[in-house]
């Protein structure tokens, strides 16, 4: 319920801002475009949770994922350039957990290496505003709806005193959450800038019998970012 109300709470936020930029957008005149910012962003999410794995004969085996590493790519396009801005933020991450070697043991009889891998992305079209305190630094919140997708996948077999584990599986999802972020910039004469966000996606990946795995954890980049 307070995902919930979380999420209706930053729809309406993200609402408000596209209705203020539609009110205030004049489509009979002609005006040159203004700077817009694009990002490039490096980070991981810590999420220590933990996904299940099963053999043939329906035993449950424990998997451990300790975060997701993103690549991303943002574009934001403010209305007008001033000190105080505001417009469309857009763009997409994809995410991927390390393979881990696991150990599995079915009773006393058996047990298997297993490699286990997440990947994760999304999709996101929001708006954001911005305030300059400085001409060199740039502070920045988005919020609006994210389209995203994860892929659970788990490959092991091993034959052990005549017992077979088969433990190959791969689940996948699609779904709509809430995105936020939020970040810093501090921006260099030739227009290249460098700095730092957090991000939060309202979002779980549900794979069945494997359990889920939540997202909601704060998401911490590195931003390499231009002006175009």
Known sequence: MIKGFFSVQCLMLFVGIALGMSATADPWRVQKLPTRYAQLSLGTQPIDQTVYTYDTFGNGN????????????MAQLPLSNDVFEYGWDLGAHVGYNSHHRLMVRVGEEAS?????????????????????????????????????????????????DGLVIDTRSDRGLVDVGVYQRAGIEFTFSNGLSLGASVRYLNADLHFGPHGYIDVGEPHYSLLIGSQF
């Open 62 to 73: 424990v998997a451990e994922i300790d975060s997701i590493h993103y690549l991303g790519f």
């Open 112 to 160: 298997v290496d297993i490699d286990s891998s997440l990947w994760t992305g999304d999709f996101f079209f929001g708006s954001f505003l911005s305030v300059r305190p400085h001409p060199s630094v740039r502070l920045f919140y988005a919020v609006g709806p994210s389209i995203y997708w994860g892929r659970l996948s788990h490959d092991g077999e091993d034959n052990s």
